[in-house]
């Protein structure tokens, strides 16, 4: 399955510079020093490492607040659900309307 990822112009500057700094050995843009791929469980601890980092480890953020984020800003930018859907990977409609629901925190 292809998906569609849309990228700011913040974040593409930050993924050139990763891309400048990366092993051109390995096959994937983010890894661990121990994986040649980064797992769901790495990525968790890495995002909570710098939420530690920058001060907000207190506020409740997570991976699925991101997510939630993101498809509320689109939403009320107009976006429609099956575009939602599409942009966020899920099979059915009903993911993508809890998507939108206000995550626990």
């Not at 891309?19 to 983010?30: M, P």
Request: charged share 20%.
């Amino acid at each position: 399955m292809c998906r569609v990822v849309y990228l700011s112009d913040d974040v593409l500057f930050v993924l050139n510079q990763c891309l400048a700094q990366r092993d051109t050995g390995k096959e994937r843009i983010f890894y661990t020093r121990c994986s040649s791929g980064l797992c769901y469980s790495a990525a968790k601890i890495l995002f909570f490492a710098y939420l530690n980092k920058a001060g907000f480890e207190q506020r409740g953020c997570t991976i699925h607040y991101l997510c939630h984020t993101f498809a509320s800003e689109l939403f009320n930018a107009g976006k429609r659900l099956k575009c939602l859907q599409q942009l966020l990977g899920r099979q059915d409609v009903e993911m993508t309307r809890e998507a939108l629901s206000p995550p626990e925190l």
